[in-house]
């Protein structure tokens, strides 16, 4: 019985790789390969030709030259941050803290001009949960309760770091 059993099964299995190998499109590239296929075809050909980018304006290409130029003297004026808030944070709040780079919002709110004691309290909001964001919460677990302090300081600071920049730019 055992023995018919055993015999039963390897049928069933030895079927079922037959069946995988000769039937199942994972074994030839699955969909992928239809991908490749699909493009190889050249009837898209014609939708690639028609979302080609337009030659930019005059005026647009006026309004590139004039905000490279803003940001090359927003630049020169920038105060000097950490590197830890340069690697961690100014991805999403921008070098400066402001949200923006090069004239777009960023992922992250301003936290430029927020005091010190509000940062703390949402950066440790955002750590125990209080306070829900998935993005802030997951850069945080690796943080401990000084790294938010100091972190808080610095960006508190900002504003006063930037004014003494423009001072001395002046001078
Ligand atoms: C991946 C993008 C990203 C990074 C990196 C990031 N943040 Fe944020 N941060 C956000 C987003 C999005 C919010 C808005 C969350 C909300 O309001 O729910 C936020 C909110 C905040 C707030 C609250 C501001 C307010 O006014 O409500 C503070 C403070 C803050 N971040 C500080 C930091 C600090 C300090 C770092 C570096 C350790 C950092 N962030 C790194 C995306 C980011």
Do not use: W
Not at 76 to 102: D, I, L, P, R, W
Not at 147 to 169: N, T
Request: charge should be positive.
């Amino acid at each position: 019985m055992k023995n018919i059993i055993v015999g039963a099964l390897t049928l069933l299995v030895v079927g079922l790789m037959i069946f995988t190998a000769t039937d199942d499109p994972v074994f030839h590239g699955g969909h992928q390969s239809k991908v490749i296929e699909d493009f190889g075809d050249g009837k898209n050909q014609k939708i690639a030709v028609t979302i080609a980018p337009e030659e930019k304006s005059d005026r647009e290409k006026e309004n590139e030259a004039l905000s490279a130029l803003r940001d090359k003297a927003g630049n020169a004026g920038a105060f000097k941050v950490t590197n830890e808030y340069k690697s961690k944070c100014s991805s999403c709040h921008g070098v400066n803290g402001s949200g923006f780079q090069n004239g777009k919002a960023m992922m992250g709110p301003k936290i430029f001009g927020q005091s010190e004691e509000k940062l703390y309290k949402d950066l440790a909001d955002f750590k125990a949960g209080r306070k829900e964001n998935m993005v802030m919460k997951g850069l945080l677990i690796n943080l401990n309760d000084n790294d938010l302090k100091r972190l808080a300081k610095e960006i508190g600071e900002f504003p006063a770091r930037a004014k003494a920049k423009a001072q001395q730019a002046a001078e």
